[in-house]
Structure formats: C-alpha cells, structure tokens
C-alpha cells in the first residue's frame, strides 16, 4: 500500500487497517504453527521431512556486521557491507546536523552549531521527533510501518532503513515549505495529545511515540499554538499561520490569541504573528466575537468622478468598498447576525455562503439580499469623446462579484488546503461608491446588537477563560484592555410607544424647516438602538414594513427630546417643494380657517338652541395617520442600513396633516353632518339631548367601519356650553423641547 492512494493529511485511517491486518496474520500464522510439546516435536520430526531454510541477506540492515566474521578479509560482501554502513553513517550524521533532535542515541542534544553545548531535549526537539513519525504514516509503506511500530528508538530504526534516508534529509531540508506544514501541525497535535489523553483504539506507538491513526484530527489549543511559536518561529509566520488550522474554530482561535496581543511584542525579540494593517486584525471586537475578516478592498479617497484625459476623451469610474469574513458555522451568532447584515439593503449588498456545500469552489448561497443585480459590481467605468453626453454610454465591468470569489478560491487553495470549510463565508458591498470604508464597523454594530450589546469586557473574559490555560487566567484577566469601549449603557428596555404615546404632528405646519438643523448630527450608539427598538414596535404593529431590496431613501431617522424628557422619533425627509404641494397647501389653508371646529359648533348652537356637545379625539398612531399613504411618500432608511417603506401617512412627511384632513372630509365630515373632524380632534352634537345617544352610535359606528378608534364622553356629560370645550385647543401630542413655536 502507499501514500499515492492517501495523500490528503486527513486520510489517516488507512494506516489502523495496515497495522490490523498485519496483526492478524501474526496470530493467523501462529494458529497454524501453534506451540508443541518435545515429544510431539520429536515424533514430528521424524515424520515430516526437513524444514526449508530461509536466508537472510548479510547485505541486509538487520544483520550485524560480526556475522560476516566468517568471511575472508578481502571479501566483495564485506567490502559492500562496510561501504553501506559508511554511506549509512554518512547520512543519519547529515540528517542530525539539519535535525539534531531526530538523534535520541545520547540523552542530550548536541548543537551543530556549538558542537561541544548539549542540552536536555525540549517540547521542541520532542515535537520534531513527532514530524519524522508522522512523514512515516503520511508514507504510509507496509515494510516500514512495521519496522516503526516494533522500534522505540529513532536512532536504531535510521540505521535499518538506509534506503529512505536520503529522502528524510531531502524532507527535513524542504520542511517548512507550504506542502510541508501539515507535518508540523499533526506533529503538535500528536504530541499534545500524547502529553495529555491516554492511549485509545485509534492510537499506534511508532518510535517510542503515540499517534493517532483518526481521520478527525485533534484541534490546535493554546498550547499548539505556544509550541509552534516557541520552537518553530522560523517556520511558521503569518502568511503562512492558516495551514495550521484543522478547522474554522482553531482560525478563529489564534486571531483572538493574536488579538490579545499573546505573539507580539516579546521582550526578547521573538517574531510577531501579525501582519500590520491586516484586514483580520483591524477591528479586535469582531474577532472577539468570532468573525474573521478575510479580504477587503476600499474605495477611499474617492475616485474622481469623471476624469478628462489629453487624447480628448472623458472617463467615468466608479469604485465600490467590499469585504470578505467568515463565521463558524456553529457560532450561536452566526444566523443572527446573517438576517441583521442582510436586512441592511440600503447599505449593502451581502451574499453569505455555506462553505461545507457540495461546491468545492464557491460553496452554496445560504442567503443574500434581494438584489437588481445579478452580478454586483466593485469597480466600473464609462467613457466618451468630449461633446457627447456620457449619460448615454453603458458601463464597463471591470471588477465584480465574481473577481471576489475567484480571489477566495485563490487563497483556500494556497493558504488553506488543510482547514475543513465549516464556516459562512461572507461577501459584503457597499451599495453606494466613492464611500468610506466603514464596512467593519458596521458589521461590528450588528453584531454588538445580535448579542445583546453585551460589554466588550465581558465578552473578553469570556474568550479569555474559555482558550487561556487556567493557570494563566488571572494575569490575562487584569491585564486585558479592551479598546472601543461603549461608555454609555445600551440597556433601553421595552418600548411601548404605540397605543400609549402622541408625538407631536403639527411640528413642520409650524415650521417647514426644524428638522433640517438636526439631521446632519451623528447619533450615538444609545440613540440608534432606541431608534430600532421603536421602528420594530412600529413593524409589529403594521405601520413600516422593512423592504427586502434597495431604493432610493430620502427620509433618516432623528431622534429628539421631547418636553416630558423622552426621546421621539422624527424623520427627516431630504425633498424639494413641488407646484402642486404649494398649492395643495394653500387651498387647505382656507379650508382650515373655515371648517374650523368652534364655527361649527356655534352655527349648530345658532340654528338649535336646545343643542348639546361633546369634544372627542380620534386616535392616530404613535408618528403617523391611519390612512394609507400615497404612492409617491419614499422610503426611509436608518443609519444602520434597514430600509421602511410607510404603510400609514407619516406625520413629517410635507403636507400629510392637510392630506389626512382631506382624507377625513371625504370620509367623515361630508357625511356626519352632526360632527366635525379636525386632525385628531373632533367635535359631535345632537340638536337636542334626546339624540346625543343615538349620533354617538352613528358615530362610533362610522369610524369603526375605517378601522379607527375615538374617544367621546357618554351622552350624560354633554353640554350646550360650548366656551367649556374649549375647541381652540386640539389633542397635539408631545412636542419637542427645542420647538418654541407653541404659545
């Protein structure tokens, strides 16, 4: 059997089923030669003819060089026999100057470079002993596998297999070379495993050592990764630190070692695992939390937009920013934060990728936004001869979706081979180009928020006593410093705004222009997850829908404080006044002033003198009419990315308090000639009190039917003074403290 057959490094079973079966013809062959007595061996002897001797070699390794004692002085055999040996000692003293810590002859290791230093073997030397057993089983040769299991010394077995030496000093020599650095790892594993399992069936001794003969490897702890970067920091750099990762926890595990600065900085010069300005390590939170960014590519400064050049063309480019990270498959944040990255389609295009899928290059789409387009585009550009509108010509591709995933193909195979693919592999891309590269910080966001906006500090002392050896914990506990801490508190609660809230809706009939001197203020993290947490309310309840692909958004959330201490929530919309909303404003104006409710009441009182009234109100939602709003109302997105489309008129979108006013003429006041509604007040009468009852159940009846609720007092507390309701003042809302418009 060889290697040739099993050359991938997580085929190792074969191996158990060699040595199996080599352990069942032994006892095969002692079943059929099985131990007698003298007697019966001597009755057997002279019935049976005599055995068929087998002969040795004197060539061969295994016999000593005192068997050929028998032999002339100037014997061809003897000369051979001395000329292999020489040749023999020739290479194991070659393969002990490259690897020193192969020669277990001594109890000391010699150093070549200072030939009269010895020293105790260490983790180191014991681990380079593990390479050489696992370059055996990756060989994977019946003959020597036997040789190996039946040896404790690697000094005795060298001088038994003259016949590969050259190849393990050619190995040794190359180790450290890509295709090399798989030996190394299961080496570390082995010997980690052997200092701290006992043995199993999956377990074989070779050379004095025990290793696993499983498929499924054991995984790179903390203390591999210690060994490696204490013994082979010559090797193992951080280019090539992902061949040592049997699988997506052990990347995530040295990122976060790195992160806490375990392998940089070392007193006495040691190399740094870490690659300056390396995208993985740029933003320490997400690696804390298990995300591992793995490329990116930003378009910051800006491309200039249109560039003329001296042969008379103009040139239009366009660049995206984009990057690629990936999760464990069963980190607990992993959908969450999939559904939350995905739901930002104002601000991104994601496409997140089940790597395990039958798809050995791009794996299988485990989700994405609803996208326009089919391929996403990174870079573009246009041009034309100056004079011709540059408008009319169609863009050039020249970098895309598919560049990306070719990219992630490229590094899986050079970089990774080794790793099993048990992650989600996410590609994220600005929706919009020329922006800066904040991509990390938002995905830092959402995943701050899928968490529960759990304190940095506590999520490192959790990475810190679920990896560091427990003897250490305390020292990494006091030392951590978390950068990016939240100084506020991000607990908000519940929000019950809905139902139980008014906010003020006359805000921009007052003054068109408040909003526009607070949208441009950033807004802290506290802000945005309240934000979120009174859209979600009003999803629930039917009154935004989160959309599912991009659009233009002209509205942005604001959130202000109102005259009570709460903060409520506005929405800045970005528009220009068109000719039908000055005059749709203008006609309201006049109709306002006539229709209003005390003029109403007092020609009802003039033509009944018997009349009486009630003041009700009619109850809108928390920030917008119950109506349905027009078409042309825009969708508005948050900072976040999630973009809401209205399903009810919002409060501050222009003119919508002349537009439900409208609306409620057509419906209610044209035909409830004993009432009259204005905004969320109303006014209803009875020409005398015997018909209070009866208009109120015409009323009430009426409103139900368009699906709204009203308040009106019961018949009984009706007055026909109509000074006491007080029907200049209308049911308003809460304003915000900074408006002064309100006497």
């Known amino acids: 059997m060889n290697h040739r057959f099993f050359s991938a490094p997580k085929d190792r079973g074969h191996i158990r089923w060699i040595l199996k079966l080599s352990e069942e013809i032994e006892k095969l062959q002692g079943k059929i030669n099985p131990a007698r007595s003298e007697e019966d061996a001597e009755q057997s002897d002279r019935q049976q003819p005599p055995p068929r001797l087998v002969y040795q070699s004197l060539l061969s390794p295994e016999v000593p060089f005192s068997a050929l004692d028998h032999l002339p002085a100037d014997s061809p055999v003897r000369t051979l026999k001395e000329c292999l040996l020489t040749l023999t000692e020739g290479w194991i003293k070659c393969l002990y100057e490259i690897a020193p810590s192969l020669n277990d002859s001594l109890a000391t290791i010699v150093d070549p470079e200072e030939p009269n230093t010895t020293r105790e073997p260490d983790t180191g030397d014991h681990v380079r002993r593990y390479v050489l057993r696992e370059f055996l089983l990756w060989k994977a040769d019946e003959d020597i596998m036997l040789k190996a299991r039946k040896t404790e010394n690697i000094d005795t077995f060298l001088r038994t297999v003259p016949w590969m030496l050259q190849d393990l000093i050619k190995f040794f020599e190359s180790l450290g070379r890509a295709d090399t650095l798989h030996f190394i790892r299961d080496a570390v594993c082995d010997y980690v495993a052997s200092c701290h399992n006992p043995p199993d069936a999956s377990s074989v001794m070779i050379l004095g050592g025990l290793v696993t003969t499983e498929d499924r490897r054991y995984k790179m702890r903390v203390e591999g990764w210690d060994i490696l970067y204490a013994y082979f920091g010559d090797l193992v750099h951080w280019e090539n630190i992902r061949s040592f990762c049997i699988d997506f926890e052990d990347a995530v595990l040295i990122n976060q070692l790195i992160a806490m600065g375990r392998y940089k900085n070392i007193p006495d010069g040691g190399p740094e695992w870490v690659k300056e300005g390396h995208v993985s390590q740029e933003n320490h939170f997400l690696i804390m939390h298990g995300f591992v960014a793995a490329t990116m590519e930003f378009s910051d400064p800006p491309i200039p937009p249109i560039v003329t050049g001296d042969d008379g063309i103009a040139t239009q480019r366009e660049s995206r920013c984009y990057l690629v990270g990936r999760m464990a498959k069963k980190n607990p944040l992993a959908e969450s934060l999939i559904q939350e990255l995905v739901s930002r389609v104002a601000r991104f295009i994601v496409v997140v990728s089940d790597m395990e899928g039958d798809d050995e290059d791009a794996g299988k789409v485990f989700s994405r936004n609803e996208e326009h387009e089919e391929i996403p585009w990174v870079t573009r550009k246009k041009s034309a001869a100056i004079g011709n509108n540059l408008e009319d010509v169609p863009w050039t591709i020249e970098w895309s979706f598919k560049n990306i995933t070719s990219d992630m193909t490229w590094i899986r195979e050079l970089k990774e081979r080794g790793m099993k693919r048990d992650y989600f592999e996410f590609i994220i891309i600005n929706q919009a180009p020329s922006q800066e590269f904040r991509i990390l910080d938002e995905i830092a966001d959402a995943l701050s928020l899928v968490s529960g906006d759990v304190q940095p500090e506590k999520t490192m002392e959790r990475v810190i006593r679920s990896s560091i050896p427990s003897e250490e914990q305390s020292r990494w506990l006091e030392a951590v410093n978390v950068e990016g801490q939240f100084s506020l508190s991000m607990n908000i609660g519940e929000i019950h705004y809905e139902g139980n809230r008014l906010r003020a809706w006359d805000i921009l009939d007052k003054d068109p222009r408040f909003l526009s001197s607070f949208h441009d203020k950033s807004l802290p993290p506290r802000n945005r997850r309240l934000i979120s947490k009174i859209l979600s309310e009003m999803e629930k309840n039917g009154i935004i829908s989160i959309m599912k692909s991009s659009e233009p958004a002209y509205g942005h959330p604001l959130l202000l404080y109102s005259t009570d201490g709460q903060q409520d929530l506005y929405i800045f919309y970005n528009l220009k006044p068109t000719a039908d909303n000055i005059l749709l404003q203008q006609r309201l104006s006049v109709q306002q002033l006539s229709e209003s409710l005390d003029s109403f009441s007092r020609a009802v ?54 537009m439900w006013q409208i609306h409620i003429e057509k419906l209610l006041n044209k035909k409830l000639v004993f009432a009259r509604f204005f905004q969320t007040t109303l006014v209803v009468s009875a020409c005398h009190p015997d018909h209070a009852a009866s208009n109120l159940k015409t009323l009430l009846a009426e409103t139900r039917g368009h699906g709204w609720s009203v308040s009106v007092p019961g018949p009984q507390e009706w007055t026909s003074d109509v000074d006491s309701l007080d029907l200049g003042s209308l049911w308003r809302g809460i304003p915000p403290a900074a408006f002064n418009h309100y006497s």
């Open 605 to 658: 009182k003039a033509k009944y003198p018997q009349a009486v009234f009630a003041k009700g109100r009619i109850h809108v939602h928390y920030c917008a009419w119950p109506m349905t709003p027009p078409n042309e109302i825009p969708a508005f997105a948050t900072v976040e990315g999630h973009l809401y489309r209205w399903n009810a008129l919002p409060f501050d979108y222009p003119f919508s308090s002349h």
